[in-house]
């Protein structure tokens, strides 16, 4: 029986669950040697992995679908069955994938598995179906991708299969719409057409940002150096390369080492900095601080470099080597909710400029592992929930999912497609003094420990980027824009007018182009809007003559004939 609307997420679960069954069921009906690994339900859809001698191509995809469907419409019960151990060792004996899973589990503990079409289907499962085949009212394949066994690339990669299903047909259908929106947005694709970057393997997961792209990227850190003026932050420039000395203190040979970069220098080992607190500890231990001294707040555009697997790079959003607009304040804890405070208010400042107006927050408190005292914790987990509450009222708290060495806000933005991003934080630090031995002089003349700040509000600037794409399709903010206004003259005798026109823009600051090609009207108009340029100007005998623009915008439309003056007060709304 279906479930009650407030079990919407569980039962799409359940539908999903039952989906990757028929799946898998369909696979092996064309491929009887195919060995069964897992196919779990995910956010919007589900997949099953295969240990198969073929690739799937989306002719097989169609196919497979078609066999799903048609389970669908026989409406069979999806049957559970208990199992031993030895019973279930010896009934997938010929199966190693289910043989690794069975074998991970206690002597005592009771195995299930599921079957449908009546009992011709079968497949060891913990559960999590609907009750018959026909309660699956819409499914999709979607497409398929490599797969290593367990996640681990020195296992066998296997073939994946993802798809989608749903409670309607009409659901569906809004997934599917929003989901190719999403493909059209893929920053992945847009960075190819706007010529603003790719990716090559001669630098795995590294782009390469052509013109446009850098001037994006560095309009970016201009935007935020100018915040950065305004709430009293002072820019630090520190090392790529550190001692192992440096991470054993930090902590981060124990913990981290695995996604560093090591090499040996003059028979020493050093590693590339994945982040730049340790750095800015060690400038703030450079000399004797006073409660003068503080806040004192260290923002660092230096470049990082984190080990990403192959399996898990993905455009801009994963990258291994990128830049963060990074801050630490060093403070008195007393101070640190103020800290916060003024932080978030730069943060929704520049989140405006971006058209970002809902983001959500939370406030993740202590772990079970912590560093500091209860008392410490208290303070700051107070501090940050009187903060929080001025700007997000419908904030959520999140039980045990601060840092171990202080709790933390996070920044979640939506984008087109309702996924949302983590972009901004700020988390407090206990232990990063501790490490350091950091201190100042209070107003007693006594040495207290400063507590740290960790903030950012883009984060990496290379997935900020590629979220940004993704979230406006390519349609920068005028302000962001590299080529911001394209003037095409219907022919050549319009191109000495258009040229004065370019001028006037360009005294005005303005990022101007001419498209003097030989193309045709219509044709240059495509390529305007192909490129998301925000402003096209017309000019032909009309104009010439009138001294006056035929303007085109992507945010307002047609603005029809302006004279200049119209056009550049226009501008200002852009």
């Known amino acids: 029986m279906k479930e009650s609307p407030e079990n919407t997420e569980e039962y799409r679960y359940k539908i999903?669950?039952?989906?990757?069954?028929?799946?898998?069921?369909?696979?092996?009906?064309?491929?009887?040697?195919?060995?069964?690994?897992?196919?779990?339900?995910?956010?919007?859809?589900f997949f099953y992995d295969f240990d198969v001698d073929i690739t799937f191509s989306p002719q097989d995809l169609a196919s497979?679908?078609?066999?799903?469907?048609?389970?669908?419409?026989?409406?069979?019960?999806?049957?559970?069955?208990?199992?031993?151990?030895?019973?279930?060792?010896?009934?997938?004996?010929?199966?190693?994938?289910?043989i690794e899973i069975i074998n991970s589990m206690p002597e005592d503990e009771i195995i299930t598995e599921y079957s449908h079409s009546d009992g011709k289907f079968k497949d060891l499962c913990e559960g999590g179906h609907v009750e018959k085949t026909g309660e699956i009212k819409a499914l999709k394949l979607l497409s398929t991708a490599g797969a290593y066994w367990r996640g681990d690339e020195?296992?066998?990669?296997?073939?994946?299969?993802?798809?989608?299903?749903?409670?309607?047909?009409?659901?569906?259908?809004?997934?599917?719409?929003?989901?190719?929106?999403?493909?059209?947005?893929?920053?992945?694709?847009?960075?190819?057409?706007?010529?603003?970057?790719?990716?090559?393997?001669?630098?795995?997961?590294?782009?390469?940002?052509?013109?446009?792209?850098?001037?994006?990227?560095?309009?970016?850190?201009e935007f935020v150096r100018e915040l950065y003026e305004k709430y009293d932050y002072e820019e630090v420039i520190t090392p790529q390369l550190f001692s192992t000395d440096l991470w054993k203190m930090s902590g981060h040979?124990?913990?981290?080492?695995?996604?560093?970069?090591?090499?040996?220098?003059?028979?020493?080992?050093?590693?590339?900095?994945?982040?730049?607190?340790?750095?800015?500890?060690?400038?703030?231990?450079?000399?004797?601080?006073?409660?003068?001294?503080?806040?004192?707040?260290?923002?660092?555009?230096?470049?990082?470099?984190?080990?990403?697997?192959s399996g898990v790079t993905h455009g801009l959003t994963r990258v291994r080597s990128f830049s963060q607009d990074d801050a630490h304040i060093f403070c008195d804890q007393k101070d640190a909710a103020n800290e916060v405070k003024k932080f978030l208010e730069m943060l929704k400042e520049s989140y405006s400029a971006?058209?970002?107006?809902?983001?959500?927050?939370?406030?993740?408190?202590?772990?079970?592992?912590?560093?500091?005292?209860?008392?410490?914790?208290?303070?700051?987990?107070?501090?940050?929930?009187?903060?929080?509450?001025?700007f997000d009222s419908n904030f959520?708290?999140?039980?045990?999912?601060?840092?171990f060495y202080g709790p933390k806000i996070d920044i979640f933005i939506p984008d087109v497609m309702g996924r949302e991003w983590q972009l901004g934080t700020a988390q407090m630090d206990f232990s990063l003094p501790e490490r350091f031995n950091l201190d100042f002089i209070n107003n007693e003349g006594e040495k207290e420990k400063p507590v740290v700040i960790h903030r950012a509000m883009l984060g990496s600037i290379e997935r900020f980027i590629g979220i940004l794409l993704e979230h406006t399709g390519g349609d920068l903010p005028f302000w962001l824009a590299p080529n911001q206004i394209n003037i095409i003259p219907i022919?050549?005798?319009?191109?000495?007018?258009?040229?004065?026109?370019?001028?006037?823009?360009?005294?005005k600051k303005y990022r101007v182009n001419i498209d003097d090609s030989n193309e045709r009207l219509g044709q240059k108009i495509r390529n305007s809007e192909l490129k998301k340029i925000p402003t096209m100007l017309i000019i032909g005998d009309k104009e010439m003559e009138s001294n006056t623009l035929s303007v085109r915008t992507r945010k307002l439309g047609d603005l029809g004939t302006l004279s200049q003056k119209e056009f550049i007060e226009k501008l200002i709304t852009l």
């Open 253 to 309: 040979y124990d913990f981290y080492l695995d996604n560093m970069y090591m090499m040996e220098i003059d028979d020493k080992e050093v590693g590339v900095k994945p982040m730049n607190c340790p750095a800015h500890a060690i400038i703030y231990k450079s000399t004797l601080r006073s409660y003068r001294d503080l806040p004192l707040r260290l923002a660092d555009f230096g470049r990082l470099h984190r080990y990403e697997r």
């Open 491 to 507: 022919s050549d005798k319009h191109l000495e007018y258009s040229k004065k026109v370019q001028n006037i823009l360009l005294e």
């Open 64 to 98: 497979i679908e078609r066999d799903m469907k048609r389970s669908v419409k026989r409406n069979t019960k999806f049957e559970r069955n208990e199992l031993s151990k030895k019973e279930a060792l010896e009934i997938y004996k010929d199966n190693p994938y289910k």
């Open 354 to 390: 971006f058209g970002f107006d809902k983001p959500r927050m939370t406030l993740s408190l202590r772990p079970e592992k912590r560093a500091g005292s209860d008392e410490m914790w208290d303070l700051a987990e107070e501090q940050l929930r009187k903060v929080i509450k001025e």
């Open 154 to 221: 020195n296992n066998k990669m296997l073939q994946r299969i993802y798809g989608t299903a749903w409670e309607s047909e009409e659901l569906q259908k809004d997934y599917l719409d929003k989901r190719e929106k999403a493909i059209e947005s893929d920053h992945r694709k847009l960075g190819t057409s706007l010529e603003l970057f790719f990716l090559d393997p001669i630098s795995p997961a590294n782009p390469f940002f052509l013109p446009n792209g850098a001037f994006i990227y560095n309009k970016l850190l």
């Open 16 to 45: 999903r669950h039952s989906a990757a069954h028929l799946l898998a069921e369909a696979v092996l009906k064309k491929h009887p040697d195919a060995k069964l690994t897992i196919g779990p339900p995910i956010d919007d859809g």
């Open 396 to 403: 959520e708290e999140v039980e045990g999912e601060g840092a």
